[in-house]
Every structure is written in C-alpha cells, then in structure tokens.
C-alpha cells in the first residue's frame, strides 16, 4: 500500500498534521508527534493510520496495554497492510509479548518481502528471545535490502561482539559511523566495548554527532552515554557526568518512573505469595543468575559456564513472559491471580518453563537463565521450580548504582535518576536479603567484592552451592569460548580485575550518596 493511500479519508490539513506526527516519531520525540496527532484523533478516533501512530506512541510512553489495543483496532481495517502488522510487532515487543511480535513480523514480510524495516525489527525481537542464528539472518537481509541501514550494521556488530569477534565489531562500527556519523547506535556499540579507549577526535567527532539534525532523541540518548564513556577515558570525569546527566534527562522524558509505585508493586508480590504452596520436584536442571544489573551477574554467569555440566543461556526471558501469559490467561494482572493458583498450576507453569528452555540442555544437564530482574520473580521461580538453585548478585550499592547510571539500558526506566536509583537498589536489597534468609538451601548471596578478594573461595562457594563438583577451568573462565551478550561481555573474557570506578567521581557522587543512605 502506497504511503498516500493510507491517507484517504482525512482532510487535507488533517493529513498534514499526521504526516508530522509521523516524521516526529521517527525522530524518537513522542511529545511533539502526540500534538500533531491530538487534533486528528479528536475529529477522526477510529482512523487507522491515526491509530498507528497513536500506538506508537503510547508504546514509548510505556502505556502497552493501550498501544496494543490501538494497533489492533488499525490492523483489523487493514489487515493487507505489511506495515501494519510491523508497527503491530513493535508494539506487541515493547510489551514483552516477544512469540506475537515474532508472528506479526513474519507475516510482514510475507507480505512484502522487500520491507527491510520489518526484516529489521524481526532481527532484534530474534536476538532478544536468545535466537541469534535467525535473527543474524534477519540483519543480513535487512542489510542487503538496504546497505545504508546503519541500525542493522550495528546490529551485525553486536552479534560480531557477542561471538567474541570484538576487532570486526570494532571495523563494523567504525564503517557505520564513517556512513552517518549521528547514528548514536553505532557509538555506543563501539564505546560499549569496554575494554576500547575512545580518544579527544572521538569526543569531537561524538559532539559533532549531537550537533546534527539529522540527530533523532534516541541517537542524542546514545551519543550522550558514548560521549560520557569516551570523556572518562580522557580523565574529564566532571564532562563525563554531564555528558549522563543530559542523556538520563533526555531518556527520562519519555517515561517517568516511580519509586513508591515500584515499592508498592513489590510487596503486593510478596504479600501475594506468602501463603502459596509450590509443585515438587522440578528445576533441578536451571540456576538463576540475578540481581541489580552491572551486579557482576554476567562474571558469575562466565564462571558457571566455565563448568563442564552447565551451559550459560544468558538472558532468557521464559520466566516473565510465562507469568504475563499466565495474566492473560487469566485475564488478571500479575500478581493478583496468585492466591487463586493451586499447586498443579505452579508445576504447569514449572514444566512449560523446563520444556521451553529445553534448547540449552541439549549438551549438557544444567541451563543457567542469567535475566537480572528475575529477582522480581523469586517467589516465583520458587513457586514453579523448587529445586531450582537461585545466586543473587550484590555488589557495593554506590558502585552498582553508578554503573546502571552510565549504562544505556533500554527499558531499565530507574535509572535515570540517583533517587530512582536508590528507590530500585533498596528494594532490591530488601527483597534479596529476605528470600535469602527464608530459603538458605536454594536462594545463594554472591558478593562481587568478595570475588575479586577470593577468587579460588567465591568460585568454590559458588560451585558447591549449585551442587556442582570443584573444575579449575571455573577459575580459567577468562578463557572459556561462549556467546556472551552484556554490556561485559569483552570484560569476562580478560582475567579478573576490580572494576569499581566511584572514587573517580569523588564529590559529584554526594547526591547518590545521600539518596543511597539518607542518615549518612
């Protein structure tokens, strides 16, 4: 279907006015596409490319269930329409729901086989439900479709560095920047690669990037997190935490994320689960790496792989995409449908996450799922998985604070801000602590601090608590040749060293300090 054609039935001015909203949320600025937009919902509500739009953006303001909804309502009048079933995956992935944006995209392209968008959204829903064989065969025709799409040469760059290819990661997005410059995208993959110095030309040219207009508010998120990493390997800490500052607030427009409603949300959890009764038997194949991210989840991860009887799956999503299903299927939101579940549905649930993780077992007994925020989902996983070995991962609160800070997460909404931060780190302490006293046998606290001390003791611990009998090749896991896809993944493949990076900032950390610990 021709763009123009997608138009029929709006007024001319109205027309206009959608064309901008489009042009504005392809610029990643949800605000200004929303005003152009208002005028032509109120007069046109049920017009599908209105709709579209309006899907998107709810989608980036967070509001999913209503994104959904309005996508669907547009694919149900133009079910022909191969971009229509794209923005319907998009949505349907920011909402976590990964099997039905695969779906929708698919179809897309059935629909149009040449529509390298759709081949391109496909590819990073892929990488991101751990298929990274389909999804690098997405990227390459997206690629081949388009060789000036720089966001699927980016994408081919991270699977070259997932694979430990970090040099033609490197080539890769150096020839993206040398393409379009202001695809932030680009630099933050290569200042992602923790273990490359960016230097002075680099910052330049990054300013320069933030500079043109050709520049959308995703690209400027990302320069400005490649910016503030390049600046700390100056030395220019003071410009680095600028640099933050300005990305954070940029991010931070977008959603705004709420302490006491998160708070709220994890004790109506607990409360919810404090008198369930679990399924027996089952987990003994899966252990959970989890804990804040930048935590040292992925250093455990690289260790536990390093094992002969454990394979590292990296960040599954299985577990919170079976209880939004669960919600569904009860049409009722997690948690409230907990209290109702009987044991036989807890072991359904365990069964259906054990046979959907059946893949990574497939060389050896034990998976580790290594998804940071499981730690949301403990009560859970123990619920559906009893005999499943659970390592939390705590590191100094400051350091992992500031970490997440300087990362550029998607979706990871608190941390934009040092209160936000703190408000998320306390809970998780909470939580952490709680579950690890109340089941000692299953629920194992794993101190970063303590490994780089110990390395030989924390690995033993590590080992015996998951069961698993003493290999040295645990303490060589620097050596050991796997995917690994985090923001650490060139770091866990160099021999251990301390990471803490806190003292550089000094005083410009006070705030987060005192938000961390208010009676310091």
């Given at each position: ?469 003493f290999e040295s090749a645990c303490l060589r896991f620097h050596e050991t040749a796997r995917d690994v896809r985090s923001p650490s993944a060139a770091q866990v493949r160099e021999p251990l060293r301390d990471s803490a990076r806190a003292a550089r900032y000094g005083v410009l950390l006070d705030p987060l300090r005192r938000a961390l610990d208010p009676q310091a």
């Amino acid at each position: 279907m021709k763009a123009g054609s997608r138009l029929q039935g709006l007024s001319p001015a109205a027309a206009r006015l959608v064309v901008a909203a489009a042009q504005a949320l392809d610029a990643g600025r949800p605000d200004q596409a929303s005003q152009a937009l208002g005028g032509v919902l109120a007069s046109n509500p049920d017009h599908p490319e209105a709709l579209r739009l309006e899907a998107g953006i709810l989608s980036l303001r967070g509001r999913h269930a209503d994104a959904i909804n309005a996508m669907q309502r547009a694919v149900a009048q133009r079910a022909d329409d191969p971009l229509y079933h794209n923005t319907l995956g998009t949505v349907l992935a920011d909402a976590g729901e990964f099997d039905g944006a695969i779906a929708a995209l698919q179809h897309a392209v059935e629909l149009q086989p040449e529509l390298a968008t759709a081949w391109y959204n496909l590819g990073i829903i892929l990488t991101r439900r751990v298929r990274y064989a389909e999804a690098g065969e997405a990227l390459r025709r997206v690629v081949s479709l388009a060789p000036q799409h720089a966001l699927a040469r980016s994408q081919l760059a991270d699977a070259l560095k997932v694979g430990g290819r970090v040099d033609e990661a490197i080539a890769e997005y150096r020839k993206v920047i040398a393409m379009q410059p202001w695809v932030g995208m680009a630099w933050w993959g290569l200042a992602n690669i923790k273990t490359v110095r960016l230097e002075t030309n680099d910052c330049d040219a990054i300013r320069a990037a933030l500079a043109d207009a050709r520049a959308g508010d995703d690209d400027r998120i990302a320069l400005g997190f490649a910016l503030a990493k390049a600046l700390d390997d100056q030395g220019q800490y003071a410009a680095s935490f600028d640099a933050l500052a300005q990305a954070n607030a940029i991010a931070r427009r977008r959603v705004t994320w709420s302490a006491p409603a998160f708070s709220a949300a994890i004790r109506d959890i607990e409360a919810a689960f404090a008198s369930v009764s679990s399924a027996s038997g089952l987990g003994s194949e899966a252990i959970f790496v989890l804990g804040m991210p930048r935590s040292g989840t992925t250093l455990v991860e690289q260790v536990l792989a390093s094992h002969s009887q454990a394979e590292g799956a990296g960040e599954l999503p299985d577990m919170p995409l079976l209880i939004n299903e669960e919600s569904k299927r009860r049409e009722q939101p997690f948690p409230h449908w907990v209290q109702a579940a009987q044991p036989q549905d807890w072991e359904r649930l365990g069964r259906s996450y054990i046979e959907r993780t059946a893949h990574w077992r497939r060389q050896r007994p034990i998976h580790i799922d290594k998804l940071p925020n499981n730690w949301i989902y403990i009560a859970a996983i123990r619920a559906m998985l009893p005999e499943a070995h659970i390592i939390v991962c705590r590191r100094d609160p400051l350091e992992t604070c500031l970490s997440c800070y300087r990362q550029h997460f998607a979706g990871n909404d608190y941390t934009r801000t040092f209160e936000d931060l703190a408000g998320y780190w306390r809970e998780f302490d909470r939580s952490a602590r709680q579950f690890a006293a109340a089941h000692p046998a299953r629920v194992y606290q794993h101190v970063y601090e303590d490994l780089i001390a110990d390395p030989q003791r924390s690995i033993r611990s590590l080992l015996e608590f998951c069961g698993l009998p003493f290999e040295s090749a645990c303490l060589r896991f620097h050596e050991t040749a796997r995917d690994v896809r985090s923001p650490s993944a060139a770091q866990v493949r160099e021999p251990l060293r301390d990471s803490a990076r806190a003292a550089r900032y000094g005083v410009l950390l006070d705030p987060l300090r005192r938000a961390l610990d208010p009676q310091a």
